[in-house]
T-cell receptor, first 112, second 110 residues
Framework: ETGVTQSPTHLIKTRGQQVTLRCSSQSGHNTVSWYQQALGQGPQFIFQYYREEENGRGNFPPRFSGLQFPNYSSELNVNALELDDSALYLC???????????FGSGTQLSVL | DQQVKQNSPSLSVQEGRISILNCDYTNSMFDYFLWYKKYPAEGPTFLISISSIKDKNEDGRFTVFLNKSAKHLSLHIVPSQPGDSAVYFCAASRGNQFYFGTGTSLTVIP
């Protein structure tokens, strides 16, 4: 059984650029959620995907968007990067019952 | 608006003693509560959970207590071991959204 994998592990971008982060869910999990963890904070919910549709969204602007593919893998896209977007981005997969999240190791994004 | 709060950023405990990590929440509609453990350069790992209909759940050295009237959650680790040193996040869920606290860094001193 493979766990949640994320790529890349680290990324450096400049303000105004666009970024795509990738996630493969744990085997058997069809629900993927994305979280942003800023320094010294807990993870903040960005959105969730289930059956390739967005299934809930946190308090993040539309320049944060996502996709889920038929194999349940997912992408997080962020347009017009801002300095405050610098954070650890965590992907988590779960079963539809959603009682537990299983996290990947994250992508550390630095915006300069 | 922080719906889940961990007011102690750090905690140091001697090996073999009890570690008590605390968490408060504001939303009475939360139906599930969880604790996650995080090591540097890794994602959070699920540790233990409790449904809102229970007040205690045990798993080996880890016990979670839920006090709904006080909107308070605690994690007890006994006995504490050096390998328990990590950041612990409290989380609460309602539907498909999970809300996390800011974490407590636990150091277990050998």
């Amino acid at each position: 059984e493979t766990g949640v994998t994320q790529s890349p592990t680290h990324l450096i971008k400049t303000r105004g650029q666009q970024v795509t982060l990738r996630c493969s869910s744990q085997s058997g999990h069809n629900t993927v959620s994305w979280y942003q963890q800023a320094l010294g904070q807990g993870p903040q919910f960005i959105f969730q995907y289930y059956r390739e549709e967005e299934n809930g969204r946190g308090n993040f602007p539309p320049r944060f968007s996502g996709l889920q593919f038929p194999n349940y893998s997912s992408e997080l896209n962020v347009n017009a990067l801002e300095l405050d977007d610098s954070a650890l981005y965590l992907c988590a997969s779960s079963l539809p019952s959603g009682e537990k999240l299983f996290f990947g190791s994250g992508t550390q994004l630095s915006v300069l | 608006d922080q719906q889940v709060k961990q007011n102690s950023p750090s905690l140091s405990v001697q090996e073999g003693r009890i570690s008590i990590l605390n968490c408060d929440y504001t939303n009475s509609m939360f139906d599930y509560f969880l604790w996650y453990k995080k090591y540097p350069a890794e994602g959070p790992t699920f540790l233990i959970s409790i449904s809102s209909i229970k007040d205690k759940n045990e798993d080996g050295r880890f016990t979670v207590f839920l006090n709904k009237s006080a909107k308070h959650l605690s994690l007890h680790i006994v006995p504490s071991q050096p390998g328990d040193s990590a950041v612990y996040f409290c989380a609460a869920s309602r539907g498909n959204q999970f809300y996390f606290g800011t974490g407590t860094s636990l150091t277990v001193i050998p």
